[in-house]
């Protein structure tokens, strides 16, 4: 059992003001949005009216009130898990099966990630099935929803099984120095997994082919190479089987980079507007975006892992919980917890990193095209299609916003625009492609 100490206290306090602040923010939004959303902006008429920006609410509010429970139960669980004993209870268990650390530290993580899966696993129905099929955007039968659970919890249970087994066991072997190794390792995975994701894991859920529009393919080469970029992979992928939705997106490391359309947003864009999206896409690629988010992950990656090595050994690390301190996995598993808590208050820093990289891409956008038309039109479609939150709370983006607000981007580009440029029309692009 649980015992009163100064760590106790510290991790209590932390864990309830993770939680609590997560579901302050989606109280403090969704307040926010009703009292500045009422009126459609300026910006967006003509694409959303009236009872679209009152589905938009309703839709925002049903998304935010599931989350909250979700948060509220998940969180509430790991928690009586945690003092109740029944950890304790793991431990005991491990001991009298007499198990080697490596099985022992596999069994104690995954039995309480098993559980909390399993409590999880009705809020991930009723979002798809309830939420997302009442607003119009669920498109999965319960067929392929159950096989992408499927595929998605052998992969990862698969994943984390090898690298945790390989984590205890490096703690064995190199108990001074192993959090050098261990950040070396899962490092070598998560780049592996960036230049391989592409290739053998996406297509696990999907089908990825080139694009189709023989028309659209044409404007696209015509764009890349007036503008001498080299990807060879630009790819449609059948998002339509499981959702409305509409998005793209680039991935990959080295030989593996490609852009993602999803059919969706080729069935309800123009085609000036998809090349607007795809020149942000582009944007990414040029400005070396992903690799610049995997070296900030990187370097917070190896400070995690030092500071996990100097309090692995605290005894009080394993005496607040009632746990003996020979059992190395316990501190990770407590640690974790820790990170993951502590990692939601420094999560505005990455956010912002990825705001100011989403920043640069419609700015690419707007030089590959030359006027910004096209890619405020596509923001527009997005927003009306995706019942996007257009007025979301400052500080709730800070938090949660990868990309800057809708109204952000836009004034941004209108302000970028070149004075008297004209752009280049989509009569223009079209005598360009054919001739």
């Known amino acids: 059992m649980a015992q009163i100490s100064y760590f106790l206290i510290f991790f209590l306090v932390l864990y309830i003001a993770q939680t609590l602040a997560v579901m302050w923010l ?7 949005m009703r009292k500045y959303g009422r009126s459609v902006p300026p910006f967006f008429e003509g694409f959303i009216d009236a009872p679209g920006l009152a589905g938009i609410e309703a839709y925002s509010t049903a998304k935010s009130h599931l989350s909250c ?3 509220l139960v998940s969180e509430s669980l790991l928690l009586v898990l945690i003092l109740s004993g029944f950890l304790a209870f793991l431990e005991g268990l491990t001991v009298k099966w007499d198990l080697h650390a490596v099985p022992a530290g596999l069994f104690f993580f995954l039995a309480p990630g098993a559980i909390l899966y399993v409590v999880e696993l009705p809020f991930g129905w009723y979002d798809s099935f309830v939420v997302e099929e009442k607003f119009g955007f669920n498109r999965s039968t319960l067929r392929l929803w159950i096989a992408d659970r499927l595929k998605s919890t052998l992969l990862g249970g698969c994943l984390t099984a ?23 390792v899962i490092s070598a995975v998560q780049i592996s997994l960036a230049v391989l994701y592409p290739v053998l894991i996406a297509p696990l859920f999907n089908k990825f082919e080139p694009v189709r529009d023989e028309l659209l393919a044409k404007k696209i080469r015509t764009v890349m190479e007036e503008n001498g970029i080299r990807l060879k992979k630009i790819l449609q992928m059948n998002a339509g089987i499981r959702s409305r939705h509409t998005n793209a997106y680039f991935t990959g490391l080295g030989k593996t980079k490609q852009v993602v359309l999803y059919d969706t947003l080729l069935e309800s864009h123009t085609h000036q507007e998809i090349l607007a999206v795809l020149a942000h896409e582009l944007g990414h690629l040029k400005k070396k975006h992903i690799l610049k988010q995997t070296l900030i992950f990187e370097a917070s990656l190896l400070i995690a892992f030092y500071l996990s090595y100097r309090m692995l050994t605290w005894p009080v690390l394993y005496s607040s919980f009632g746990f003996d301190p020979r059992h190395t996995y316990i501190g990770l598993f407590i640690l974790g917890i820790l990170w993951q808590k502590a990692g939601f208050f420094v999560q505005p820093f990455y956010m912002a990193v990825s705001r100011h990289f989403e920043r640069q891409a419609d700015l690419f956008s707007l030089k590959i095209l030359k006027t910004p038309a096209p890619l405020l039109s596509a923001l527009k479609r997005l927003a009306a299609d995706n019942m996007s939150n257009l007025r979301p709370h400052p500080l709730y983006v800070r938090f949660h916003y990868s990309h800057p607000p809708l109204l952000e981007r836009a004034a941004l580009l209108e302000k970028a625009d070149p004075p008297g440029s004209g752009g280049v029309t989509r009569s223009m692009l079209d005598r360009r492609v054919t001739g």
Do not use: D, T, Y
């Open 162 to 184: 090898l690298l945790l087994s390989a984590l205890i066991r490096m703690i064995q072997v190199w108990p001074l120095n192993w959090w050098l190794w261990g950040f070396a």
């Open 26 to 32: 989606e109280r403090l939004n969704l307040k926010h």
């Open 69 to 71: 429970l979700r948060e």
